[in-house]
Every structure is written in structure tokens, then in C-alpha cells.
């Protein structure tokens, strides 16, 4: 029966797997001198191809695996950044404390207090506004900094897990071939024993479908 390569995915992190090779000489090893050759090789090249096309799939699935570390690998630098800016922001909200707490109140009421009071406070704003100036600017590039290494990591990220879905679909596509393939031949080599009575034959050769369920 055709499996998904979702399924097969389950099957194979379940260890619902075989060695179909092995299975293949391992069930027909006692009645390997009454088995028709021909058939017998059939079915050992169409096992151990496979077995190998199984491999495929499975560093298919490593792969994609491998694409969830890449997601995990800039943690580090995001991390610092989002440190540097709390950082800013607790000195943001420093310079606006400040503001407050550096101007002096009027000493007077006349035009020149009040042009003093003024200029003191436009000085401190000014020297706060350019210290500002610079949290911003620094704010701006680390916010930069940090969508670009996040689109990074999400396009190699992708472009990974892509890349092994594409690996193992046309793995799973080759392995639903091949396992049709086998039953067939599976089923041909069985009902030639049946016809030669060879029914110990007949059975070891039908004992190799147990590794797709056995149906």
C-alpha cells in the first residue's frame, strides 16, 4: 500500500523498520535450493534497492531535523541584541529624568529671569535631544540588524527544509514503486511454488511481505 512521506516519516522515527534484504535471504535461506533462481535474484536486487532508497529518505528526514537547529543558532546574537536594547531604553528613560531634574526653577520675575530660565532649559534639552539622538540612531541600526539575521535564518531555514522535503518525496514516490514491485514478483514466485507444490517455498517467499504488513 502507498505511504505518505508523512507516514513513512512516523514508521521510521517509531522504528517501524526492516532491512528487506535481510529479510528476503533470512526467510528463503532454507529453501533457497528449491527457489527458482531467477526469481530469487529478482527479488534480492529489488530488496536491496530498496533498502538503499530507504537510507535516502531517512537522511532526508536528518536533514530536515538539522533545519531546526539553524533556526536555533543566531539565539546567542539575538539575545545580546535584545540585551542592548533594554539598554537604550533604560538610558532613554534616564535623559528623560534628567530633563526634569537638571533645570532650575526661575529666580525672578523679570524679563531676564525668564530669558535665563529659557536658555538654560533650551541648553539641557538640546545636549539631552543629541544624547537622545544617538539611543535612537544605535536603536535603529540593532532593530535593522536584528530583522535582517531573523529573515536570514528564516530563508535558510526554508531553503533546507525544502530542499529534504523535495530528497524525501521522491524517495517515498520510489519506495511506493519499489514495494509494488516486490509484491508482485512476491506473489508470481509464491504462486509458481503453489502450482509446484513447493508449499514450504510458498511460504518462506510470502513471509518477506510482513515487512509492509504483510498483505
Same mark, same amino acid.
Given at each position: 500500500?502507498?505511504?505518505?512521506? /508523512?507516514? $513513512?516519516?512516523?514508521?521510521?522515527?517509531?522504528?517501524?523498520?526492516?532491512?528487506?534484504?535481510?529479510?528476503?535471504?533470512?526467510?528463503?535461506?532454507?529453501?533457497?535450493?528449491?527457489?527458482?533462481?531467477? !526469481?530469487?535474484?529478482?527479488?534480492?536486487? @529489488?530488496?536491496?534497492?530498496?533498502?538503499?532508497?530507504?537510507?535516502?529518505? =531517512?537522511? #532526508?528526514?536528518?536533514?530536515?531535523?538539522?533545519?531546526?537547529?539553524?533556526?536555533?543558532?543566531? #539565539?546567542?546574537?539575538?539575545?545580546?541584541?535584545?540585551?542592548?536594547?533594554?539598554? @537604550?531604553?533604560?538610558?532613554?528613560?534616564?535623559?528623560?529624568?534628567?530633563? #526634569?531634574?537638571?533645570?532650575?526653577?526661575?529666580? #525672578?520675575?523679570?524679563?531676564?529671569? @525668564?530669558?535665563?530660565?529659557?536658555?538654560?532649559?533650551?541648553?539641557?534639552?538640546?545636549?539631552?535631544?543629541?544624547?537622545?539622538?544617538?539611543?535612537?540612531?544605535?536603536?535603529?541600526?540593532?532593530?535593522?540588524?536584528?530583522?535582517?539575521?531573523?529573515?536570514?535564518?528564516?530563508?535558510?531555514? $526554508?531553503?533546507?527544509?525544502?530542499?529534504?522535503?523535495?530528497?524525501?518525496?521522491? !524517495?517515498?514516490?520510489?519506495?511506493?514503486? @519499489?514495494?509494488?514491485?516486490? =509484491?508482485?514478483?512476491?506473489?508470481?514466485?509464491?504462486?509458481?511454488?503453489?502450482?509446484?507444490?513447493?508449499? /514450504?517455498?510458498?511460504?518462506?517467499?510470502?513471509?518477506?511481505?510482513?515487512?509492509?504488513?504483510?498483505?
Amino acid at each position: 500500500m502507498a505511504k505518505t512521506p /508523512d507516514q $513513512r516519516v512516523k514508521e521510521l522515527k517509531s522504528n517501524v523498520t526492516w532491512v528487506v534484504a535481510n529479510v528476503w535471504d533470512t526467510e528463503t535461506a532454507k529453501v533457497r535450493r528449491d527457489l527458482d533462481a531467477s !526469481a530469487y535474484k529478482t527479488i534480492a536486487g @529489488l530488496a536491496k534497492r530498496f533498502d538503499a532508497v530507504q537510507d535516502k529518505f =531517512r537522511e #532526508g528526514i536528518e536533514k530536515q531535523d538539522k533545519s531546526k537547529d539553524l533556526a536555533d543558532k543566531p #539565539g546567542g546574537d539575538l539575545s545580546k541584541m535584545n540585551q542592548q536594547i533594554e539598554a @537604550l531604553f533604560k538610558t532613554l528613560d534616564g535623559l528623560r529624568a534628567e530633563a #526634569g531634574a537638571t533645570v532650575k526653577s526661575k529666580s #525672578g520675575d523679570g524679563i531676564d529671569d @525668564l530669558i535665563s530660565y529659557w536658555e538654560e532649559s533650551l541648553k539641557t534639552n538640546q545636549a539631552i535631544t543629541k544624547e537622545s539622538k544617538a539611543c535612537f540612531d544605535q536603536l535603529s541600526k540593532l532593530y535593522e540588524t536584528y530583522d535582517k539575521l531573523v529573515a536570514d535564518t528564516i530563508g535558510k531555514v $526554508r531553503a533546507q527544509a525544502d530542499a529534504a522535503k523535495s530528497e524525501m518525496s521522491r !524517495a517515498n514516490n520510489e519506495l511506493n514503486a @519499489l514495494e509494488a514491485q516486490i =509484491r508482485s514478483a512476491v506473489i508470481n514466485c509464491e504462486a509458481a511454488a503453489i502450482k509446484q507444490n513447493k508449499l /514450504d517455498v510458498a511460504k518462506a517467499v510470502k513471509a518477506v511481505l510482513k515487512v509492509f504488513g504483510g498483505k
